[in-house]
């Protein structure tokens, strides 16, 4: 186990799970809202916590009461909160976040209107107690004096920046880091074309650090500190993606914690990899390890008719679930009758009506859309049963999302 500083972003992510991305003049409803711990170095720092290490974060919050949300929720996550600074008037960072259920890609709104993290803060931090250094390339002018103060005073501690945005001076900060991440944002914006013409570009400038370059789908590039030459770890398909929110901050705490760990690069890459596809097959980052083995399919698909209804346990949701196809689509409800909060099928099997297109609780007769749920007929009439989100991977699993 390491300890490990991260200088960077915490910020409130408000994430909406919309079935499509939202175009001009739309408007949608969301299925689901949630609000959770955000911001890249907060993130990867809750990977780390969960792979084992000890970690503590050097961020800015705002006074407002979601400032307490944010620590609360930072403490929650085991990351150290003893180095934030504090801005009484300023307002905590907070991300808008769509969640597209249909292919589980986001796009983020962000508000910023709080001080950056100042030089004086970093400076009043023990940082040799920590093995590991992270940092969030962004705040340039205070970062620039921080990884001075990190390169004189650390003797043997790694220093790792993440360059994901190009902002102005962000360059000079990259002889100072042992490990870069590059992301293809930052490669497009100095008018790279993939992530190989970014690192030949940027080896020979920095040929004593490791450098990466994850390119989405495709996959990360990587040269080896002190080793000529470019290798590719292709992507790990993954189907089906339900949430690439933070995929990318996981990514980076996985090669932390196998370069910690004593591993090659390679090796490191190769299992950041497959942690990153690992996290966009579930919602948010929450016991990310444990998903390893809990995400399982729930059924197949060849098992559900529009005939009759397939009732299975969803061990991830702790619920039984009442599969059955209406027209082309596979709906999904809660096996729970709103009328008495009762099985469907406690008394009897769910009939199904096909004409009708209904289906009704074995207990007190209440008959159920089958399209949507909505009662039309019996004690709990206008009432729904509650829809449960699924997908349909290529093979014809089906998972809960
Ligand atoms: C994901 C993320 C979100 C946050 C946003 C900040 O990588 O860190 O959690 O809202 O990016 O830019």
Same mark, same amino acid.
């Given at each position: 186990m390491a300890k490990i500083l991260g200088i960077g972003n915490a910020v409130l992510d408000i994430v909406l799970k919309v079935p499509h991305a939202v175009h001009d003049d739309e408007e949608i409803r969301a299925s689901h809202r949630h609000t959770q711990i955000g911001g890249n170095v907060s993130n990867s720092l809750y990977v780390l916590a969960q792979l084992g290490h000890q970690t503590a974060i050097c961020t800015t919050t705002g006074g407002d009461s979601e400032a307490k949300q944010l620590i609360n929720g930072l403490k929650e996550r085991?990351?150290?909160?003893?180095h934030i600074q504090r801005f009484i008037k300023g307002r905590t960072p907070t991300s808008y976040v769509t969640l597209? @259920?249909?292919?589980g890609h986001r796009a983020i709104v962000h508000y910023r209107d709080l001080p950056e993290l100042s030089f004086e803060h970093f400076a009043k931090i023990e940082i040799e107690e920590y093995d590991w250094l992270h940092f969030e390339g962004r705040n340039i002018d205070n970062l620039k004096g921080m990884l001075n103060i990190a390169k004189t005073f650390l003797t043997h501690q790694p220093i790792s920046l993440e360059v994901e945005k190009p902002r102005?001076?962000?360059?000079?900060?990259?002889?100072? @880091?042992n490990l870069i991440f590059f992301s293809h944002h930052y490669a497009k914006a100095k008018g790279h074309d993939s992530a190989e013409s970014l690192l030949k570009a940027m080896q020979p400038q920095l040929p004593n650090s490791h450098l990466i370059c994850t390119w989405g789908d495709q996959g990360a590039w990587f040269c080896t500190a002190g080793h000529a030459g470019i290798q590719h770890q292709p992507a790990k398909s993954v189907s089906p993606v339900v949430d690439t929110l933070g995929a990318g901050d996981t990514f980076n705490a996985a090669v932390i914690h196998h370069l910690l760990a004593g591993d090659t690069l390679d090796k490191a890459v190769k299992e950041a990899t497959e942690l990153a596809a690992l996290k966009c097959q579930?919602?948010?980052?929450?016991?990310l390890l444990e998903a390893k083995q809990t995400?399982?399919?729930? @059924?197949?698909?060849?098992?559900?008719?529009?005939a009759k209804t397939l009732v299975v346990e969803a061990p991830s949701i702790g619920k039984s679930v009442v599969l059955i196809k209406y027209e082309d689509q596979v709906k999904a409800y809660i096996n729970n009758c709103p009328h008495q909060d009762v099985p469907l099928n406690e008394a009897y099997k769910i009939d199904v009506n096909p004409f009708e297109k209904t289906m009704k609780c074995s207990v007190h007769d209440a008959f159920f859309r089958i399209?949507?749920?909505?009662?039309?007929?019996?004690?709990?009439?206008?009432e729904a049963l509650e829809a449960v989100d699924i997908q349909i991977n290529e093979q014809g699993e089906i998972f809960i999302v």
């Open positions: 085991q990351i150290d909160v003893e597209n @259920a249909s292919n102005d001076g962000i360059e000079t900060l990259l002889p100072q @880091a579930q919602h948010g980052l929450d016991k995400r399982k399919p729930i @059924a197949h698909l060849n098992k559900v008719t529009n399209e949507d749920g909505v009662c039309v007929e019996g004690p709990c009439w206008d």
